[in-house]
């Protein structure tokens, strides 16, 4: 069994060993043949094998037929075939199934020309290992067009001015491939943000070729703030692929989705692309525990998050936007101390359970950040003396930084009563007379401070005096430390 599983890797192994077109070191690793050896050929004929009779090379087609001609009249053994390159045509529509018949190709190269469409997948050549379609103005390609072609060891598809999409590379090219899509101005960014996720997870592996002339065009598409850089190159690309990858997840089918905010400039004018991150209607019972680096704005509303445990940690640092309406959170504890709460510029925390709030902790954010705002409508606030008097002045001083002020409500023994209803004569009544208790504590204890030191400074006198203590200061057993007065 083991050998019949073998037999075939192994034939494999050797057919694409024997088949492989061997480059000399300095020479590009695809077959491709200079301009100056098409003049070679006359006006009229478009395709020429090369000396050893295993390449082909084409000049000027403008018509495909050409191409299937010579394949028909001249080749008499396609199996013989080992390379390919097409130039300087004028073509602007190629299928690639006319190859089919080249069962032993391992180059195949189409360049500088003026093609735009690339139709068909490759389907016989499959044991291509270098594919060179460079310097053409393609447009669109069969998204299939390489999927068969699991030899793949170098795919260079740049300086094609108008290309957007970037075709599927065969899943298992498991040995790792080069690539090169350099110079494709107009190449949507999404598919190398795409390829470097891959290539972080190990799913996709290749090696870039050039760098640093990959660029591609950033979606149009984008929210409000995003400062369009005209291209993205790859550096850009990581930090994107930096977000998408740390974006975080409750379990393996059920991940927040991240995105692209905004685009900063920090000290050294570097670009630092700033994350969304929307974990919204996630079933979170908690906040996320790590984050994109440079996360901006967080949407964790709709979930059934209880606490804002952790919200010290590091990861929520650079947060300004905070939406965390419709949980059940209870408290606002855990942001005392927080670099966020110095730094947010909207937390909204509508519909949950918060039944208090502390004023010095909010008011000391408010005098620091002006344009700060908090949003709390549909909470649970406690209906007594410190609500209905400290909070409701509170929250009329600072409107502004709480824009729905008006629909906080608090739990009241009757009905919900909105904070600013509240009248702190109705609720304050029973603390106002604890007051004055208070007072009479108060009272007692001057009193009794004022006697001791009467009692003590009598017992000192007849002591200096008479030279003894009175009642009760004689009867006292001798302390430990008696004996540094008594001399
Ligand atoms: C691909 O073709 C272009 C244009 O002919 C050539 O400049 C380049 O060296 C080739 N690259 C490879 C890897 O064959
Ligand atoms: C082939 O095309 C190239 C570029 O378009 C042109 O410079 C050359 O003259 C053409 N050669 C022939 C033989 O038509
Ligand atoms: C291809 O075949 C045609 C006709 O059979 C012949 O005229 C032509 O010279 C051949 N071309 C090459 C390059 O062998
Ligand atoms: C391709 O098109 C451009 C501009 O239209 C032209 O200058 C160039 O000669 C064309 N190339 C070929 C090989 O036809
Ligand atoms: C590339 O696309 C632009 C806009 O779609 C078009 O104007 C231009 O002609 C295209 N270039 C080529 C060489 O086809
Ligand atoms: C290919 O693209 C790169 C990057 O845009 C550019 O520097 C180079 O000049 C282009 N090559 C040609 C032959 O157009
Ligand atoms: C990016 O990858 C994801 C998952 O692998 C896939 O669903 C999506 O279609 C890909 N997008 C592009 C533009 O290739
Ligand atoms: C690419 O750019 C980086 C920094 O911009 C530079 O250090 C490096 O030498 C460049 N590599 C090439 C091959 O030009
Ligand atoms: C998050 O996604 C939900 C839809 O799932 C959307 O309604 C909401 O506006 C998004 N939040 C942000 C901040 O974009
Ligand atoms: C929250 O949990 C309760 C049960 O614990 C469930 O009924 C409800 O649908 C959950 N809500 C959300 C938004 O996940
Ligand atoms: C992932 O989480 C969702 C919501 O919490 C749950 O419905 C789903 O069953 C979970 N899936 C797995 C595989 O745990
Ligand atoms: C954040 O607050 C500003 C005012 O400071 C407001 O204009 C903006 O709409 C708020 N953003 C969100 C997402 O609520």
Not at 95 to 110: C, G, M, Q
Not at 214 to 239: A, G, R
Not at 401 to 420: G, L, Q, W
Not at 452 to 480: E, Q
């Amino acid at each position: 069994m083991r050998i019949l599983l073998h037999l075939p890797i192994g034939l494999f192994l050797y057919l694409s060993l024997l088949s492989e077109y061997r480059a000399d070191s300095d020479e590009p690793p695809c077959f491709v043949v200079s301009r100056s050896k098409c003049t070679e050929l006359g006006s009229e004929t478009k395709c020429q094998f090369s000396t050893d009779r295993a390449q082909i090379f084409c000049c000027n087609v403008t018509k495909e037929q050409q191409l299937i001609d010579f394949f028909k009249n001249n080749v008499s053994s396609p199996d013989h075939i080992l390379a390919f390159h097409m130039r300087d045509s004028t073509l602007e529509k190629l299928e690639v199934a006319i190859f089919d018949l080249f069962k032993k190709l391992s180059s195949f190269s189409l360049t500088n020309s003026n093609i735009t469409h690339i139709s068909g997948a490759f389907d016989g050549p499959t044991s291509i290992t270098c594919l060179n379609i460079s310097h053409n103005v393609i447009e669109e390609m069969y998204p299939f067009v390489l999927l068969k072609l699991k030899g793949l060891k170098n795919i260079v598809l740049s300086n094609n001015t108008n290309i957007t999409v970037l075709p599927d590379f065969p899943s298992d090219l498991n040995k790792g491939f080069k690539l090169d899509v350099s110079g494709n101005l107009k190449l949507e960014c999404k598919y190398l943000i795409n390829l470097t996720i891959a290539h972080a997870e190990q799913t996709i592996m290749f090696s870039l070729n050039n760098r640093n002339s990959t660029l591609c065009s950033p979606p149009t598409n984008k929210i409000n703030n995003y400062v369009k850089p005209i291209y993205m190159n790859m550096d850009h690309i990581d930090q994107v692929r930096e977000i998408v990858a740390n974006c975080p997840s409750v379990n393996r089918t059920n991940k927040c989705v991240c995105s692209v905010y905004a685009l900063d400039m920090d000290q050294h004018n570097k670009p630092i692309y700033q994350a969304l991150v929307n974990c919204s209607r996630r079933s979170m019972t908690s906040l996320p525990n790590k984050l994109p680096l440079a996360t901006r704005v967080l949407d964790v509303s709709h979930n059934n998050i209880t606490s804002f445990d952790g919200i010290g940690s590091k990861t929520f640092d650079n947060i300004r936007e905070l939406n965390a309406d419709n949980n059940r959170i209870t408290s606002l504890k855990p942001l005392e101390g927080s670099q966020f709460l110095y730094q947010f510029s909207n937390l909204s925390l509508r519909n949950n359970k918060i039944d208090q709030i502390k004023i010095y902790m909010l008011s000391n954010v408010f005098d620091r950040l002006q344009g700060t705002r908090i949003m709390l409508a549909n909470n649970e606030f406690k209906c007594d003396c410190p609500t209905s008097s400290m909070v409701k002045a509170w929250l009329i001083v600072n409107k502004d930084h709480v824009p729905d002020y008006a629909k906080i409500y608090a739990n009241c023994e009757k009905s919900r009563t909105r904070v600013i209803d509240l009248d702190p004569k109705d609720l304050c009544a029973k603390p106002a007379e604890w007051k004055h208790f208070i007072r009479f504590v108060i009272y007692g204890e001057v009193i009794i401070f004022v006697l001791l030191v009467g009692k003590v400074s009598y017992d000192y006198y007849i002591f200096k005096t008479f030279g003894y203590l009175p009642w009760p200061a004689s009867r006292m057993p001798k302390l430990p430390c008696d004996w540094c007065f008594e001399n």
